[in-house]
């Protein structure tokens, strides 16, 4: 067989767009695609959730490849060891509660499962806005080429809907910093504003992440180091279970709030 160089640019053209227009309605739409918002895509797709993630990077893994100052290795509590067992990550004990396993093959192992499980990840996409209704709840995302924002080209932006919206940004908690600047201080926070993470303190951390899980907006749910940066909670470093298990619950949340959404 001769290779056509026309035919590689069809195939490619062709299989982007139809997978790129599947994404235009959607149940859930993810920004961010670390390691809370890969497994939080992995648990809804396993629900049989339409699941969508849009990544800014060209490549995916957020916080997660650099391990601990770029030791690439993480570490895990015992329930975060039970999530990474899932997704068929080799982990080595430590010592008791503390296991380690290796950044690259934790983070190449969740994108493969949450792709595998039917969730759709675009990267170098950025969520540049959030798309609302009359009533101020969020409906999609507004996307465009993280290329053009880069270039500062003048061009506009494309929407999607979405049913819920997760912001899944980390440290930078770029969807809800969105929603202050065009909505108002009206998160679901003590000052309806991003209140910023607190210095290190990993166990406080950890524990707050998950109860920070949640809607902190309508139709908008935050989860990993952006749960913990929007209520104003302390980062904790290269312990990364909390990651897992925030991700785990806000698809569980989510989930349960999908049953209740009323699509317009
Ligand atoms: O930062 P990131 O890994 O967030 P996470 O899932 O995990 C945090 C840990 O990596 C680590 C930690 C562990 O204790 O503290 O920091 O909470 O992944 C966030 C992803 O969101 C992307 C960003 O490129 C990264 O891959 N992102 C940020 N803003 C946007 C975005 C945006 N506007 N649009 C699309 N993607």
Redesign the pocket.
Known sequence: MKIDEITISRAIIESFTKEFLGALDVDVAI???????MTAAYYLAEAGIKTVI????LR?????PGGGMMFNRIVVQEEGKRILDEFDVRTTKYQKGYYVADSLETISSICTKCIKAGAKIFNL????DVMIDEADRITGLVLNWTATSMAKLHVDPLAIRAKMVID?????T??CRIVVRKIGPKLKTKTGEVMGEKSMLADA?EKALIKNTREVYPGLLV????ANAVFGSP??????G??LL??KKAAEVTIGMLKKVRVS
């Open positions: 920004a961010g695609a670390g390691p809370s918002g849009f990544e800014k990077n995916v893994g957020g916080g997660m996409i950025s969520v540049e899944a940004t980390g440290h930078e770029e969807i951390g989860t990993g180091m952006a980062r904790m470093g290269a312990i990364f909390g990651m925030s991700g």
